[in-house]
């Protein structure tokens, strides 16, 4: 599929035409990853971070938010109790919070590998390439970070650099790929001032990347971010603005299923947070094949406020593993053991 093509279905707002693109990813996904949907457990370990990214609700300027990190004990446990819930992978994501150290990260690496033999994704964020060789050597199998959007102009607006060295995102995954992690990346979906053809050109470095993951989701603004606030200011004219809607958010999974065949695809929170009805069971039916169960402790759970209203807030993680199953098997699909 051409940039032109990916436009066209971007635009796209026909049901009936839009009917044949979910047909085609969700062949796609049948053909090359089957029926079974991968179980995540994500378990947030911190919200502290060093960084002003306009859409993210835990930047450092947010002075209203209650900061915890996880112990070292709590990570275990949730670790624990996903081996139980035979999640195969647990996500440890957090904001860049370099108060977890590279020693206190490869000790949880080490621990939860020999004792749950379970996959380690890391979403630390940008970390240092050391931090990164080590964690890979301590056992981690992943790491994601998005690139958010691949327009480097509107990236540099949205994720103000640390230091007056401007940020690469793409350039460490491809230095992550070189130390032998699996690559996951993403982008936001209808960032204010993102255009169609920045989310077609997303699209194609996704195939061009060769991601091993791909997380998409809408842009759900924050009230204390620079882009919840000046959100309307940044918009283009509407025929040129990505809309930050659940139908954008399954175009592009879709679009992203076909582009890459073989890749993970999560159904995301984000989606969910805007149809919590049957989010989640719309992208599993449109090209996703990876659900991401949340294992944050509910005390900590609403303090990792990325964005506002996030689904699954109050529930346990035993509740969501049993939601995330039934919305699975009411699709006819499987739960993967891996
Ligand atoms: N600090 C890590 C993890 C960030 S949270 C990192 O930067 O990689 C994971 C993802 O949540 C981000 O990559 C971003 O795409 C998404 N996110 C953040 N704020 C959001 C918002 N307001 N709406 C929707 N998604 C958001």
Known sequence: MNKDEIIYWLKQNDETELEKLWQQADEIRKINRGDEVFLRGLIEISNYCARRCGYCGINVENKTVTRYRMTRDEII????????FDYGTVVMQAGEDFGLTTDFIADLITTIKSQFKLNVTLSLGERRQDELVRWKQAGADRYLLRFETSNPELFARIHPPLTDKPVDRIALLRQMREIG???G???????????????????????TLDLDMIGVGPFIPHPATDLGTNQQKLLLDAGNQVPNTELSCYKVIALSRIICPQSNIPSTTALATLNKADGREKGLCRGANVLMPNMTPVQYRRFYEIYPAKACIDETARQCRFCME??????????SKR
Do not use: T
């Open 77 to 84: 446990d949730c670790a624990r109790q996903a081996k139980e």
């Open 181 to 183: 992690y699996e690559i």
């Open 185 to 207: 990346s993403g982008v936001l979906i209808g960032i204010p001032g993102q255009s169609y053809s920045d989310l077609a050109d997303d699209i194609l470095l996704f195939g």
């Open 326 to 335: 039934g919305r699975i098997h009411s699709i006819g699909r499987e739960i």
